[in-house]
């Protein structure tokens, strides 16, 4: 679940980078045109199970090239495009956000499996090491939009970082990090925008946690997204402390599931009408589920059988009140 959140983070703000406006664009250095040769497209990977090196690497090529020309650009043609970098699940998530979208894109990577599974897929992606200034020449680094960073090494983030700069100052790089503390060295080295797993997981369990004290859906994107503004550059410049003038609303209400274990003759066998649920406990039946049935249209003449699961509305005092008679 971790992952998914972030994966939906990482594709959140590569979509939003490459619609906003941005600056007027900078000249371009001159880069001799061309596909590179086999040789060329290197990297440090663990050996094919088959084949050659120089034949896996002429394969996925050639599969690379062809497929971005059936979305209607040739690699040497490749302008205002996205670079992913890693194609594991992040990776993945931001290519079908991509391709959803219709924005061109291209995917460095060095795992020959993965490659063999992204072919097969009709993923425009390269074998090579992102470090690699020919591997970075060739997906056209200083024509892109933005570049993805999905891996997990961060020391190797770091380099592809450096490298990315040394060559362009144009592209708008999003780095996924692991933890809060590599922030700060990202951003130095260039990165325009660092999503650390730490801080974003919190936000999503908070979240949760904000849905089971039943806040509307709109209040908690609201919460949220000014908890993450606001905060954000606190994590950046590890000085001060969380803000704390974000306020919301929690209403004294919870969702409950009651299981009726105990014979309660004030309840069990009688109607709700009778029973005077809602004025002795002040809790409102929602639902109720019968052996394998769900009862969702509750009459106040609809009886209460020992077995049934209650789903129930009310205060959390109430319906521990409630809870200790109806459980052994």
């Not at 194609?87 to 990577?109: C, D, F, L, T």
């Not at 591997?135 to 960073?149: A, D, E, F, P, T």
């Not at 039943?214 to 503004?229: A, G, K, T, V, W």
């Not at 009886?303 to 109430?318: F, H, K, V, W």
């Amino acid at each position: 679940m971790k992952s998914r959140f972030l994966s939906i983070v990482f594709c959140v703000l590569f979509l939003a980078a490459v619609f906003l406006p941005g600056p007027v664009k900078q000249a371009r250095a001159e880069v001799k045109k061309g596909t590179t040769t086999g040789e060329e497209i290197s990297g440090e990977s663990a050996a094919p199970k088959e084949g050659s090196f120089k034949e896996i690497k002429e394969e996925y090529k050639k599969s690379a090239t062809e497929k971005l020309a059936r979305l209607g650009k040739k690699i040497d043609e490749l302008e205002d495009h996205l670079i992913i970098v890693g194609y594991g699940i992040n990776g993945q998530n931001v290519a079908n956000a991509a391709r959803s979208a219709k924005i061109p894109y291209v995917i460095i990577e060095l795992d020959p499996d993965i490659i063999h599974k992204a072919v097969e897929n009709n993923e425009p992606i390269i074998f090579g090491d992102a470090t690699s200034e020919v591997i970075l020449k060739h997906v056209r680094i200083q024509y892109s939009r933005v570049v993805v960073i999905a891996i997990s090494d961060p020391d190797t983030t770091k380099k592809i970082i450096s490298r990315v700069r040394d060559f362009t100052d144009g592209p708008y790089v999003i780095v996924r990090t692991r933890y809060i503390k590599e922030i700060e060295d990202n951003l130095r080295l260039g990165a325009d925008e660092v999503i650390p797993e730490e801080f974003e997981t919190s936000i999503e369990i908070f979240t949760r946690v904000l849905r089971k004290y039943l806040i509307p859906h709109d209040e908690i994107e609201i919460f949220i997204n000014r908890f993450r503004s606001d905060n954000y550059e606190l994590l950046r410049n590890k000085e001060g402390s969380l803000k704390s003038n974000i306020h919301i609303n929690i209403p004294d209400l919870q969702i409950a599931i009651l299981e009726v274990q105990r014979y309660e003759s004030r309840i069990v066998g009688k109607s709700l009408k009778e029973s005077n649920l809602r004025k002795d406990f002040g809790v409102n039946i929602l639902a109720i589920r019968r052996d394998y049935k769900f009862i969702t249209q509750v009459s106040a003449d609809i009886r209460i059988e020992m077995n049934d699961i209650l789903y129930l509305l009310g205060g959390p005092e109430q319906i521990a009140k409630l809870n200790i008679i109806l459980h052994n």
